[in-house]
């Protein structure tokens, strides 16, 4: 399969300026197993802050510099938050339940691949937002399959428990 760089329109978030074009992915895009993207974000622009219940995360910087924020979703004071600056060449993996978030501090824009495997899609972001009780349970009953749901119910419950959490 081959994707030619006129393959289809990116996506313009309207919040934060960062364009989203994916290239392989559940999305239309012709993959289920994993998806890879390429995403700009223009000068004092940000990714919005998510994690990912399921999908691992990588990035592989291209140009420009992004400025690297993430820690466990459990991790509520942040005490053990990573920040780091990437460069053309850096790459970093973002593991599964962790809170991330790229920031372009420089006056280019920064590019960058993102594979996510399992293949992204829209429901498999959890937005800081967005985040409230239904829709993570939710997102739990429709894409979770029943090997993991004993660990994530399990999860659930603790999390449950802990009200600051939600």
């Known amino acids: ?57 990588s990035y592989y910087i291209m140009s420009g510099e992004g400025e690297i924020h993430y820690w466990h979703v459990n991790d509520l004071s942040q005490t053990h938050k990573v920040v780091d600056i990437l460069k053309p060449g850096d790459a970093v993996a973002i593991p599964v339940m962790y809170w991330h ?20 899609h829209p429901q498999c972001s959890i937005f800081h937002e967005d985040l409230s009780k239904s829709k993570y349970l939710l997102f739990l009953n429709n894409f979770i399959n029943k090997t993991e749901k004993s660990f994530f119910n399990k999860f659930n419950m603790e999390i449950s428990q802990n009200k600051s959490f939600l």
């Open 101 to 120: 978030q790229i920031f372009n501090k420089k006056k280019t824009d920064l590019q960058f691949l993102a594979v996510c495997v399992p293949s992204w």
């Open 1 to 57: 399969m081959i994707r030619r760089k006129d393959g289809g329109k990116p996506f313009v978030s309207p919040e934060n300026g960062e364009i989203v074009d994916e290239l392989f992915g559940e999305v239309g895009k012709g993959t289920k197993q994993h998806s890879l993207a390429l995403i700009t974000i223009p000068h004092n622009k940000s990714s919005k802050l998510h994690y990912h219940p399921v999908a691992e995360e």
